[in-house]
């Protein structure tokens, strides 16, 4: 099958998280990587969650507040 890996992945979710928590048992973060991270998801998510409330206000303006001015 061309993605059995992933689809085995995708199945069989608490191997795939021991997978996950024994390779990361190695890794250290440094002082600075958690505030880095934040950061970074902040980055990604605040301007995609402004974008979609814009496009709700957009929605609810074009159909409800329309009339009104």
Known sequence: MLFDKKLKRILDVEKAEEEFEKSMEDVELEKNDRP???LA??????????FVIGVFCLVIWFFFLRHLS
Not at 41 to 50: D, E, K, Y
């Open 36 to 38: 880095a991270m934040v």
């Open 41 to 50: 998801a902040l980055l990604v998510f605040v301007p995609a969650l402004l």
